[in-house]
């Protein structure tokens, strides 16, 4: 008697005739005038049920199997046959089905079988896993995190786990969380009557990271190409469909390298993450296509199927101004790019995704390389349809002396970035990079509309959940 | 013109004759009184770096190759011979040298080509990944990272990205770091005194996180097989060289298992781990071995090669009570087993890793399962030659009666537990899981003293870096 998993047997790994177990939770009954009840069981492990058949004659089946709701947990043990009914699935001839855990007060239980709003899910967020729509977000969640470890993997780069608690803020990306061991009542005092840090834990002001790429930057000059997948942090009180305070980066960084083969590696790693999905989440997308997002497939499908088209901001630009539409948001040249923009671009007049190159100085980070006529950086983003921004990255300045003119033109500290202006000391090279939050993508596959619905336990702005 | 790495070189997969183009930085310059001059180059890929055999005749050889000093950048570009010094290497015959990037006063360079003490290098930190010692530490850390993600997602594990700020103590264990956005000079007060913690970011009290487990339950009571990577944190001011304030835990959670599962799944993940290491990073642990801890190679082969011992923690406290040793700690039943007593079980008694099992109730933590005995519960540590105590797991209590009298003891307030009841509410199941955390794995495997040196930026207490 082997036990199996869901997904083996209907995925024909298993040969009808055998006898198995399966372990989950039932998603539904259903019972026949014939004598015998339909158990539609899960063990998540793929987004298909097996179909187990227990007939009347087993000897709990007035006093359990009869009472099962959804949401039990049973251990059914029985022949795998052809099933019967629609299609050539397999099913369980059920000998045996023990009870493992039943529900408590099955009229309350949050997670009928029926559909819910997305909203009453985020208030039961430790059960909604147990739907048919989370179990997809969290096992395609998964699939894309997999493949980026592995596309970067097979590619040589080196994963770097950077400083979450940090002492400087990276590149001024926003508002950071402070963090401290300090009484808050009784708070240490300096003669001047500040805080006196000196006296917390790090001896240090210290702050949750938002953004691992400088830190990154010195394994990139040691190790040629590496990156960062781990969590950020962002104070920002945007009360939005599509911020977090708490997200997951991924950042590489290629050393010997430009904004062409950034790029280059940004195409290269949407369509491999993409293609992964499709390929290896079959069952789950179609899901999301038929219950979620209609044009789930078709626009994973797409994305990978074209190249890129890649212009200068400053052809943007000129797009913009000569668009048949009108804009919230000014279109003048100095000004970043609005969502409204970027969609216009990627969706109504390039139709596929775009990469725009060469942003205006002022509008972007210190650490950005200037281009050659002074007004420009090398930065880009890769904009497409159905999302906008998706990945932001630039060439970075490896040249000291400029490096320094920027620091004093943002008016940052220069003893601050002592450390990261070492690497332009000592065999500097051109590297370049880019960032891209996870639960972004997450988003954009699964075709959720609330970017909390994108990570397992969604929090609500003001509100830390467990 | 093919560009390749010095891995993808060294390995073979180029042939001799072709011509390449390898960029990286010069480790060591030794010129010979032929004119020629023979430098060894290193992109990080690998341990070893490639010859490129520069001759006099070379345009820039007065003004460039002979001023080349350890740690500038470089591109050089020849045909691929094999090497006529020792060994069957390759190396390349140096048609060109570009110097891309000049080291700046290369007397006061930190990375000169000489042995450093891991304290010093400790304080150049964004450097010492150019060493070769942290070039393995690196590439260790990352193979053991990917071997993870891998060992489980092809055993249908799916990994789950719990809460960093968390509004929860999980589990108790030790002092929390405090998140917030709150002015510490003008801190918003309650009407009786206190902090009036409605007005921080997140509407309360917030911290990070200690351990995903509680969490993760939720989704291994879904998806039966989930697993947790990711960081947590400790506020323990304690300086030792075994302990940090952030660390990478990894902690699976399997559904229908019990403590059993959980020892198999401990031995044959750690096995694997170990495996990957020695097949894929030979050059590194060979470095290791060498120059860091010469049993590097050893003991992790004599770490696989046999099974686990496993034994009750009762049987462990009559073993020492026999043993002919004095310890410092007493041996007693009830007590916790110090890193003393850790070491003797695996090192002396045993000679080989040994799951202790069962222990006493009231040494362990509110969620783990209590024996019929009543005095123990399911728990276990991994305790291995040369570390001690290498992975922590239990089955988790999933009576609700049991657990409610467990959180009634540890005088735990059941209303932050409602989230975790409900999962014993609602079709539970027995489950299991454990938890480890990254940089022990990473320090035994490289053989490192102080756990600082697993980190790509050390942290010393009182002090966050960068």
Known sequence: MSSASVREILSGRVAAGTAVTVQGWIKTRRDSKAGLSFLAVSDGSCQDNIQVVAPNTLDNYDTEVLKLTSGCAVRCSGKLVASQGKGQGMEIEGAKVEVVGWVDDPETYPIQPKPHTMEFLREVAHLRPRTNTFGAVARIRHTIAQAIHRYFHEREFFWVNTPIVTASDCEGAGQMFRVSTLDMLNLPRTDKGGIDWSKDFFGKEAYLTVSGQLAVEGYCLALSKVYTFGPTFRAENSNTTR????????????????????????????????????????????????????????????????????????????????????????????????????????????????????????????????????????????????????????????????????????????????????????????????????????????????????????????????
Chains 1, 2 share one sequence.
């Open 243 to 466: 911020h977090l305070a708490e997200f997951w980066m991924i950042e590489p960084e290629i050393a010997f390298a430009d904004l062409n083969d950034d790029a280059n590696l940004a195409e290269d790693f949407l369509k491999y993450i993409f293609n992964a999905v499709l390929n290896e989440r079959g069952d789950d997308m179609k899901f999301i296509a038929d219950r979620v997002e209609k044009s789930a497939i078709t626009r994973l499908e797409k994305f990978i199927s074209a190249p890129f088209e890649r212009i200068d901001y400053t052809q943007a630009i000129d797009i913009l101004k000569k668009a048949p539409k009108k804009f919230d948001y000014p279109v003048e040249w100095g000004n970043d790019l609005q969502t409204e923009h970027e969609r216009y671009l990627a969706e109504e007049h390039i139709g596929r995704p775009v990469v725009v190159m060469n942003y205006p100085e002022q509008i972007k980070s210190f650490y950005m390389r200037l281009n050659d006529d002074e007004k420009t950086v090398a930065a880009m983003d890769v904009l497409a349809p159905g999302i906008g921004e998706i990945i932001g990255g630039s060439q970075r300045e490896e040249r000291l002396d400029y490096l320094d003119r920027r620091i004093q033109q943002f008016g940052l500290n220069p003893d601050s970035y002592q450390w990261y202006r070492d690497f332009r000391r000592y065999g500097t090279v051109p590297h370049a990079g880019f960032g891209l939050g996870f639960e972004r993508l997450v988003v954009y596959v699964c075709g959720l509309t609330n970017i909390r619905d994108a990570i397992p336990y969604p929090r609500t702005p003001g509100h830390a959940e467990f």
